[in-house]
């Protein structure tokens, strides 16, 4: 009888003070100086009633799920302050939706349900709403960063070698007027090799120019990466360009990364008057690599 009395009196006293959880001095309703541990609950299944019993819920499905909200009563089924942690580990997205004419609210907007897509992670909390019942989404996480890599750089399309006046051919980096870069972010234009336009009755071929590029950097991880290319023009001249991608590899000087790109003038074949396809300027390459893993 005295212990049935001793838990009865603990209780009046949990009820009307703070209380305090490995503290002697509680400075909240209640105070806990140490670790906190709720259920945890891993979901495989599509479809997924969530109980008054969760607290932090994982799906890690192999398809699209719906998890469905408890309906919010009156009483003990109010569930004021109740939070449930959803966090999405699948390749599937979950449909969180309310149930029993309850809703969903992210703004001032009431709507039934809510997407939560592979790699988020959402908290809903129940406010004291219960006419109609609402759910609050109280913080979201958007899914991690795509598994992209991606690095760009400006080269130099150096003159073509039969313009005039133009710039001739070169290999094994004897010329060093193209390169760009500052640091250890440099590329060298290796070599390059022109062929002029031809325009007769029956065809034309635009002027056209194979560039070796060489990054003198640490060598890319050329697996799985895809370059990306557009010819630039920064100068007075009106010439109009397009790059093609040839190849990447590191099979350069000690292993660098070398990058072949075909570039072709587009805008003007052949000859008009004194002037002649084959440029004489100095135009630009956009690079944008981009490796995903």
């Given amino acids: 009888m005295k212990k049935y009395i001793s838990i009865l009196l603990l209780s009046g006293l949990s009820v009307n003070a703070q209380v305090g959880i490995n503290t002697a001095t509680p400075n909240s309703t209640l105070a806990v100086n140490g670790s906190l541990g709720a259920n945890y609950n891993q979901i495989t299944a599509t479809t997924y ?4 019993t969760d607290h932090y819920i994982t799906y890690n499905g192999a398809a699209n799920a719906t998890f469905t909200l408890p309906t919010i009563g009156t009483g003990t089924t109010s569930y004021t302050g109740r939070i449930y942690k959803i966090k999405n580990i699948s390749t599937s997205n979950i ?5 029993g004419g309850n809703t969903l609210r992210i703004d001032n907007t009431p709507v039934p349900n809510f997407v939560i897509p592979l790699g988020a992670y959402a908290e809903v909390v129940n406010n004291s709403n219960t006419t109609g019942g609402t759910w609050d989404l109280s913080f979201t996480v958007l899914p991690k960063p795509s598994n992209v890599e991606i690095y760009g750089s400006q080269l130099s399309i150096p003159p073509h070698g039969n313009g005039s006046p133009g710039v001739a051919d070169w290999s094994n980096h004897t010329n060093t007027s193209y390169d760009t870069g500052t640091g250890t972010d440099i590329w060298w ?11 007769t009755a029956s065809y034309s071929n635009a002027s056209r120019m194979t560039v070796v590029y060489e990054y003198q950097g640490t060598p890319f991880n050329v697996s799985n990466m895809y370059p990306i290319l557009t010819a630039g023009n920064n100068s007075s001249f009106p010439d109009v360009f397009t790059a ?6 590191n099979n350069g000087t000690a292993g660098r990364t070398r990058l072949t790109v075909s570039v072709s003038r587009i805008d003007f074949i052949g000859t008009n008057g004194g002037n002649n396809s084959n440029w004489t300027g100095t135009f630009l390459l956009n690079l944008l690599l981009a490796r995903k893993y």
């Fill in 49 to 52: 009633n969530i109980l008054p």
């Fill in 95 to 99: 449909t969180l939706q309310a149930s």
């Fill in 189 to 199: 234009v290796i070599s390059k090799s022109s062929t002029t336009y031809a325009h």
């Fill in 244 to 249: 093609s991608f040839v190849s990447l590899a």
